[in-house]
């Protein structure tokens, strides 16, 4: 291939190359945004040493994905190949390709998705199994996943469960739930189960037989067979062994890299260029260039230097080159633990600790050790270890060596304590711990890996010979301050104290004291951070103390309060030290099973692969940004708001308009149609409502020259009052976005007065990110005739789209056609938003088309999420824990604009009372208008937030009565809603009693534990939205084409919709193809939402076939034994159409708002969950262990259990994630967005599902509104979430009343650890809380 040849010349050899672009007028490189070539310095000229960057070089490889940009999600993971001087062996690793310098990939092999396997050619057993075993939906994540977990088979080709889980802690996944994912790389450890069909014939996955309690046949999968894999590139072997020693240096347009290949010449650049960083894993630099604008116009890259990655041992300790990987790091310590006596590896075994949770695997694999102490984080974890661990650093300069202690004064960036700026740290020196010295490491993080810690600690004591008696303590801090902070003061003053309670008493004392952290700390973590740093000490004394009382130690006097009794002291340090399991249960719960008389052809009910799942898994599957681009194509950026309410004085465009590159700006005035509604604008005109309000929008010629413009658009602002941010202030300036929705049954007054018991309370739900992989992304190609445009959108309304496109530009909606071929995830959010985008890109008409996509940043600012909610409720209840009465007030937070919030307030008053027959019952909901970006639809649509109010309000009185409080107070007989809609519970009793005799026969361990039914409303309250339309053609070869208005949003529909089209034409799906959602083929499409696309859209697509076969009817009887080809055929023959349209006319419904009263949903899933969980009280960890969680679920007859689980398990993992991880976005005062990416906001990752997950569709369930009896799933499973939050607010009770401190608690949803660990009040969040750091109330 000619490509991988010319990049081998210069050094790098991509294996099938990759997709991404780099930059090059900075260097800074893959994978750059939306261009799918790579532009290179393999483009460029090469000499003397020089090369120099002129041109791009086309790769059009797009199988590698771009989530976020800064190493964050695993989606641009590819693997990369070295020859390791030292070991002279090739070393593979994985990284994200979004933080790799492509300079820095001299030597070495990389290989991408498309590397591994394809459907072209051979699969890759990685690839066959994930699609296989159900791990994809929308596949954004999945050629991550599949390169992370195929870099983990080239090291390990029968990898342990835990280095699954630490190869796959990098990669996120936003709809999986990770179960499947899990699964599939469970196939390939020794130990995993496998198709419990197997030996009785074939599995279910060949649809020749019944349905099995598993989904996939893991013995019909191809063996690995590590001989096949990708050699490394000879050329790049003979290039290692023998090395270049010149320096070569890149030049781009700003930037220059400079590879020296001596440590002589490093040590001279560096005196040469002082101020040049050393980049090795730009995993610092790199962020920081991103988020902070850092720029090095020269950057030194030692990587080609191999005394940077000496290692050497001595009877003393341990010198390891500052070049090494973390991973390397890790592995080096792993083998100095398992060599030497326990006693002399305390501070390895404290970094192993660390190192383990870091970052993900890929990070580890690029940061490097020098790098990583040379940064200085303030949330640094190795740091404050290796600085109690007496760490010395080698530096080295032309003048020579010295070394430095890694002490206090080196981490707080004192210049008397600091390198010199020609010097550079060649080597780390960690010497052995001794007898009787202990060391220990903690950290706090909102998940168990991959995120930064709240804090991180680093601990080491050392008694005198045989005592107790502390001789020399050192505690380290990071997270508490700007630096990490070291507690000197504290640690002289304990010198010589024995190691008990008053020292500990004294300890927490000083430590307060002299760890004092900035008061302004947002969001209240000054109280949490301060209890952590008292904390992580006491879990210190507690686990020495377990080690002196050891045979062979001490004997410490009798009697001690703080004695290692299980309730206490044993829990909390089992609980300190958790590891990441691999063990996540499948659906062992039965499933249902399709009726034995079902032909074997007939795929309706099996667990068919998703259609796309083997080309999610080879990066063959096209997503909008994977379009190949054409010449002179535009690129847009967008100008938005800094303010939060204020009128616009100017806009100053003229510098943008200079830059090169810059074709126009795009203003209100430029739109010919409609610009928006009145008060929700495309592009603001005269004032802005909240900051990242769309203002302008710059075209330019490429991405990175419409951003520079961007940031020269200078708009002048005059601030307006008032700027509101909360509900609370929302309703004290009364600012509403509609009117108050009311429901209201019996007399509420009334049986107030009658109840034995009235319990209020007030309920905090926080809002959440939709953080669909594939940030929203638009490509507008205007045509040269008749105005007509293609738009190609990621959406799930692409009607929605082509209604706002016209209306924009003002030309007929015939004339626009919007194309939807896959979104990498929607959950609500891109119903609206994707709108706005394509009306402003089409405004300019510019040819070839212009596209414009949103940086996971912007996407975060601008679009909005999950509306937060305050609720306050009042329940009277008799003592037998019947509810009587039952009043709850909520308000959503809307946002700036109306959007979908009138409608969410609906929802969530019509679904408030879940499973529950209060007969006095009043709801009341109003959305508040602030002054943040507007909050839209989310999957579930109110229902999560409204809900979890009606179950605190049960929960609170279950705290006085009893746990059969649900059970008592649930709906037991066919009955009517509160807006008088008859239904049937039935099914509801069945989940709810079929899970309580699961639980009966396991074993819990008691810890928090909580069940929580489920009665959810499926459809839309409005009759015009229940209908669909699809075509359907037949081809003279018998192939099948068929096309509805449902979009591939990773729910599986376009599969259920191919086995629909299956079993009506009695055709085998193979026959079949789904191209893409086109408002060509099916006009006026409804969005793909509240959980009906399969359900209406089904029956479309049967309404078509069944016309099409009774077209076909009388040439099938005439010639029965007949193929289909050859009634096709003589159908076409006879000239009977081969295309029909169906339609399917919904169900009615309707909502009577003045009355109270209405039919406003078609039908009910029903459904129940228990969690059960374990908290840290001294942390607040709940995710230490999820331990298990249980579901049987009322899919009916699902048409796809294993895309139907695949819901169920995914919505719940977000639903999770709402409740317990997804922290409110945070705001500055001005209203400001802090929360841009995945490292300051937390979705679930793979070590914080369940570690058993059991899902179970109910079965022999039936209902005759829907296709084949099957319902819709999408969004229910997200409310079950709320079992975990639950069973943590369960767990939080029990600490609380062996503490004995008031059981009622005020529940606020996320339950973070940071709120988990307050509400555990103890002796440390008192002390934490005393003045003069107490925080007002
Ligand atoms: C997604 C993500 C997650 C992360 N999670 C965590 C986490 O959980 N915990 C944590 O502690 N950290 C975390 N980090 C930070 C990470 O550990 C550091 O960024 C990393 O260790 C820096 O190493 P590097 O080789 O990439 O440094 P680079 O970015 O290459 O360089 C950083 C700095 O070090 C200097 N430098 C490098 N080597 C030398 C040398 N030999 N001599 C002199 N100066 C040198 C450079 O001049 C530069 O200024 C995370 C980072 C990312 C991107
Ligand atoms: S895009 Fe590279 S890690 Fe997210
Ligand atoms: S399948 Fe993982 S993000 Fe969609």
């Not at 891109?830 to 402003?840: N, Q, T, Y």
């Amino acid at each position: 291939m000619s490509s991988v040849t010319q990049l081998i010349r210069y050094g790098v050899a991509f294996t099938d190359t990759w997709r991404q672009a780099t930059d090059s007028s900075d260097l800074h490189l893959t994978p750059q945004r939306k261009p799918s070539w790579l532009e290179t310095p393999w483009g460029g000229h090469y000499h003397g040493g020089n090369l120099f960057l002129d041109r791009p070089f086309p790769v059009r490889l797009t199988g590698t994905k771009y989530a976020c940009g800064r190493g964050g999600c695993g989606a641009c993971t590819v693997m990369v190949s070295k020859h390791d001087p030292v070991s002279r062996k090739i070393r593979h690793f994985s990284v994200t390709a979004c933080l790799v310098p492509i300079c820095s990939l001299y030597g070495a092999a990389v290989t991408t998705v498309e590397g591994v396997g394809s459907i072209k050619t051979r699969l890759h057993p990685v690839q066959e199994r994930i699609a296989k075993s159900h791990g994809t939906q929308c596949g954004f994540c999945t050629p991550g996943m599949v390169m992370s977990m195929y870099t983990l088979l080239r090291n390990h080709p029968q990898p342990s469960e835990e280095q699954l889980m630490e190869a796959l802690g990098g990669n996120l996944c936003r709809c999986t739930g990770y179960r499947p994912i899990l699964e599939s790389g469970r196939t390939f450890c020794a130990e995993s189960s496998g198709c419990q069909q197997k030996g009785r014939g074939k599995c279910c996955l060949d649809q020749g037989e019944n349905i099995c309690t598993e989904l996939f046949a893991k013995d019909e999968f191809q063996p690995l067979d590590p001989t096949q894999e990708l050699i490394f590139p000879p050329e790049l072997l003979r290039m290692a062994e023998n090395p270049e020693k010149r320096t070569l240096t890149f030049h781009g347009e700003r930037v220059t890299w400079i590879s020296p290949g001596t440590l002589k010449d490093l040590l001279e650049l560096k005196v040469k260029h002082p101020d040049a960083p050393l980049i090795l894993g730009n995993t610092s630099l790199g962020p920081a260039k991103k988020s902070q604008g850092h720029f090095h116009p020269v950057l030194l890259s030692p990587a080609r230097i191999s005394e940077l990655s000496m290692v050497s041992t001595t009877s003393e300790g341990l010198t390891i080159g500052a070049g090494c990987s973390l991973a390397q790091v890790k592995d080096i310590l792993a083998g100095r633990v398992s060599e030497l006596p326990e006693e002399k590896t305390q501070t390895y075994r404290a970094l192993l600790k660390h190192l383990k949770r870091l970052a993900g695997q890929q990070i580890r694999n690029m940061a490097s050790l020098g790098g990583h102490i040379m940064s200085r984080h303030c949330y640094s974890d190795l740091n404050p270890v290796l600085a109690v661990g007496n760490t010395a650093l080698n530096l080295m300069s032309k003048e020579g060596t010295r070394q430095i202690p890694l002490d206090r004064d080196f981490l707080a960036g004192l210049a008397s304590a600091d390198l010199k700026p020609e010097e550079i740290l060649e080597s780390v020196y960690i010497p052995h711990s001794q007898r009787w010295e202990f060391v220990s490491a903690f950290r706090q993080a909102q998940c168990q890996q991959n995120a930064l810690a709240d804090v991180t600690a680093g601990m080491r004591v050392l008694f005198q010979e045989g005592t107790d008696t502390i001789e020399d303590l050192s505690l380290a801090y990071g997270g508490v301050g700007d630096a990490t902070i070291s507690a000197q003061k504290s640690c002289q003053q304990l010198l010589g104290r024995h190691w008990n309670e008053p020292m500990l008493d004294e300890a927490c004392r000083l430590l307060l004291d002299e760890v004092s952290l900035p008061g302004g700390a947002p969001g209240g973590s000054v109280e949490f951070k301060r209890t952590l740093v008292v904390s992580f000490f006491f879990k210190f004394y507690l686990e020495v103390l377990q080690e002196l009382k050891k045979p062979g130690k001490l004997l410490l006097p009798e009697g001690d309060r703080w004695s290692l009794h299980p309730e206490s002291g044993g829990s909390v340090i089992g609980q300190a030290t958790p590891e990441i399991k691999g063990s996540q249960g499948i659906s062992r719960l039965p499933l249902q099973s399709v009726d034995s008389h079902q032909a074997l052809q007939d795929p309706v009910g099996r667990p068919i692969m998703h259609l796309s799942g083997l080309k999610h898994a080879t990066g063959e599957a096209i997503f909008c940004d994977d379009i190949p681009t054409v010449d002179k194509e535009l690129f847009m950026a967008l100008v938005t708001s800094t303010r939060a309410h204020a009128k616009i004085i100017s806009v100053d465009l003229s510098k943008a308009l200079e830059l090169p590159g810059v074709v126009d700006v795009i203003t209100a005035e430029d739109i010919p149609g409609t610009n928006g509604a009145e008060d929700d604008r495309l592009l603001a005109v005269d004032k802005v409502l909240c900051v990242g309000q769309i203002v302008c929008a710059v075209v330019a010629e490429t991405e990175a020259q419409a951003k520079r413009a961007v940031e020269e658009t200078k708009i002048a602002y005059e601030d307006l009052e008032p700027v509101i941010f909360t509900i609370e202030d929302a309703i004290k300036h009364s600012s509403f976005l509609c009117p108050e929705k009311k429901l209201e049954q019996g007399n509420v007054e009334k049986a107030f007065e009658e109840v034995d018991q009235i319990v209020e309370g007030e309920v905090h739900v926080g809002g959440q990110e939709h953080f669909y992989m594939e940030t929203q992304r638009v490509l507008v190609i205007p045509k040269t005739e008749d105005k007509e445009l293609d738009i190609y959108v990621s959406t799930q309304d692409p009607a929605h789209v082509q209604k706002t496109v016209s209306s924009t530009l003002d030309i007929p909606i015939n004339r626009i056609t919007c194309h939807v071929k896959r979104v990498g995830g929607g959950f609500g959010g891109k119903v609206g938003r994707p709108a706005v985008l394509g009306a402003i890109a089409a405004v300019g008409n510019w040819l070839p088309h212009s596209s414009c996509l949103l940086d996971r940043e912007d996407d975060m600012l601008i679009t909005g999420g999950r509306h937060p909610l305050f609720g306050k409720y009042k329940v009277g209840f008799m003592n037998s824990g019947r509810i009587r009465a039952l009043d709850i007030e909520c308000f959503i937070n809307g946002g700036c604009t109306l959007d979908d919030s009138e409608l969410v307030t609906e929802f969530l008053i019509l679904k408030m009372e879940n499973a529950y027959k209060i007969h006095n019952l009043r709801f009341r909901g109003r959305a508040c208008m602030t002054n943040l970006p507007s909050n839209t639809a989310f999957r579930g649509f109110g229902f999560p937030q409204g809900t979890l109010v009606t179950e605190s309000c049960i929960t609170a009185v279950a705290a006085k009565c009893g746990p059969s409080v649900r059970e008592k107070n649930m709906y037991k007989t066919v009955d009517k809603t509160i807006y008088k809609q008859a239904f049937n519970p039935e099914p509801l009793i069945r989940c709810w009693n079929e899970l309580a005799e699961f639980n009966k026969k396991n074993y819990w361990r008691k810890r928090g534990l909580a069940v929580v039914p489920m009665k959810f409303s499926v459809g839309f309250a409005a009759t015009s939205f229940h209908q669909a339309a699809a075509l359907v053609h037949i081809y003279t070869d018998g192939s099948v084409l068929v096309t509805h208005g449902g979009n591939e949003l990773g729910q599986g529909i376009h599969t259920k919709m191919l086995q629909v089209a299956s079993r009506e034409l009695k055709v085998p799906t193979s026959h079949m193809h789904i191209c893409e959602t086109s408002t060509a083929t099916v006009p006026n499409t409804i969005a793909t939402a509240a959980s009906i696309g399969s359900d209406v859209n089904g029956r479309a697509v049967q309404n078509a076939c069944q016309i099409l076969l009774k077209r076909l009817e009388p040439i099938i009887k005439k010639n029965p034994e007949g193929t289909w080809e050859d009634w096709i055929e003589a159908a076409f023959e006879q000239r009977i159409s081969l295309s029909a349209t169906g339609y399917f006319r919904g169900y009615e419904a309707f909502m009577d708002w003045e009355k109270g009263e209405g039919d406003p949903f078609p039908y009910y899933v029903y459904g129940a969950a228990s969690s059960e969980v374990e908290v840290d009280c001294l942390t607040g960890a709940h995710k230490v262990k999820k331990i298990r969680t249980d579901i049987v679920m009322d899919a009916c007859c699902s048409l796809n259990p294993a895309i139907d689980i695949g819901q169920i398990e995914g919505s719940f993992t977000q639903g999770m994630g709402l409740y317990t991880t997804e922290e409110e976005l945070k705001y500055s005062p001005e209203g400001v967005l802090y929360s841009r990416g995945p490292d300051d906001y937390k979705i679930p990752t793979i070590t914080d599902v369940p570690e058993e997950f059991n899902v179970s569709l109910l079965p022999s369930s039936q209902t005759p509104l829907t296709i084949y009896s099957s319902k819709g799933l999408g969004e229910s499973g997200m409310f079950l979430g709320s079992s975990v939050f639950f069973a943590i607010a369960d767990a939080v009770a029990t600490a609380r009343r062996e503490r004995d401190i008031a059981e009622d608690f005020t529940v606020r949803s996320p339950a973070t650890p940071e709120r988990v660990r307050m509400a555990c009040a103890d002796r440390f969040t008192e002390m934490s809380l005393s003045p003069p750091w107490a925080p007002p109330f």
